[in-house]
């Protein structure tokens, strides 16, 4: 396999492992009718602010369920606030994001946090630039390969960030993806018990994510926020004490095993 890129390089090996995110070249190699990444109705909107007096958060990454949207910081001991958002969207055309100007996001921020509790509308009136991605995820691609090309990662199931499992994926895939062609004799059967390995988990991660990202963005109906209200506490609570929930994030590799059959 050789391929070719735009800045005019190549490179050449046995197989291609396409690495490429959600707007994954290599998927719509391996399948033109592969989907589209599907919008979640969430923004990622985030940016740094100096908020003199707020004490570092070391190690602590603060999240509040606002009334009417999601936002979480931490501070870093120079005093630097690291922000992020997560405005409910669903509806809007995405591409309206690339197009809105930094004061408009904070116009809109400032008055989506205003009722939220200190220091939310703090950081917001302080800070001053922004960058901000809709979110996209994938929660099924029928073939993740074809030939001597392969893909992994957010190529072939992009997942919300409200799980923080999106990177682990990708490297359980790769190293998965190792195992397979370690143990296998050659790259047909490795790449198929390589999705048989990883199918399972990467969609039930993408499909978990999204129902939590529905939490934070709950609408904005009175009714909605204080169920929601109610709920949390023990939803979070138990998220980590929960056995059906506890695989999603202690999920083991074993690279020293053999596959079996090998
Ligand atoms: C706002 C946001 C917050 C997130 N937060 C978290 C989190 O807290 N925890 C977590 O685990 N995950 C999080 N994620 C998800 C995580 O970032 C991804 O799941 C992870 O980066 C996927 O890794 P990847 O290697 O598959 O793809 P990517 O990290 O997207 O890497 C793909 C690379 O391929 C390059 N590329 C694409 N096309 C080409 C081409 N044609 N030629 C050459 N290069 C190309 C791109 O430039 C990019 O560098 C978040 C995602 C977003 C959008």
Redesign the pocket.
């Given at each position: 396999m050789t391929a070719r890129?735009?800045d005019g390089t190549e490179a050449t090996g046995d197989v291609l492992i396409g690495?490429?995110?959600?707007?994954?070249?290599t998927r719509r190699w391996i399948d033109p009718d592969a989907p589209e990444p599907r919008f979640t109705g969430l923004l990622?909107i985030g940016g740094f602010a100096r908020l003199p007096g707020l004490a570092p958060t070391p190690g602590v990454q603060r999240m509040i369920f606002g009334a009417r949207g999601f936002f979480g910081y931490l501070v870093r001991t120079d005093g630097t606030v690291y922000w992020f958002a997560n405005p409910n969207w669903s509806g809007v055309d995405p591409d309206r994001v690339r197009r809105m100007p930094t004061d408009q996001w904070l116009t809109e921020l400032r008055e989506l946090h205003a009722q939220d509790p200190f220091p939310v509308p703090q950081i917001l009136a302080a800070a001053d630039e922004v960058g901000a991605?809709p979110?996209y995820d994938l929660p099924h691609v029928p073939h993740w390969h074809r030939g001597r090309v392969v893909a992994?990662?957010?190529?072939v199931h992009?997942?919300s960030?409200n799980a923080?499992?999106?990177?682990?994926?990708?490297l359980e895939d790769a190293v998965t993806l190792a195992r397979c062609l370690r143990d296998r004799p050659s790259h047909p059967p490795a790449f198929d018990e390589y999705v048989r390995l990883r199918r399972p988990r990467a969609e039930e991660v993408v499909k978990y994510s999204r129902a939590l990202g529905r939490r934070k963005a709950p609408g904005g109906s009175r009714l909605a926020v204080g169920l929601r209200d109610l709920m949390l506490p023990l939803v979070l609570r138990n998220a980590t004490r929960d056995a059906r929930n506890n695989h999603l994030y202690n999920h083991p590799v074993n690279w020293d095993g053999a596959l079996s059959g090998a």
């Open positions: 890129f735009s690495c490429d995110g959600v707007g994954s070249f990622s991605y979110i992994v990662g957010d190529a992009a997942t960030p923080g499992q999106g990177a682990s994926l990708a």
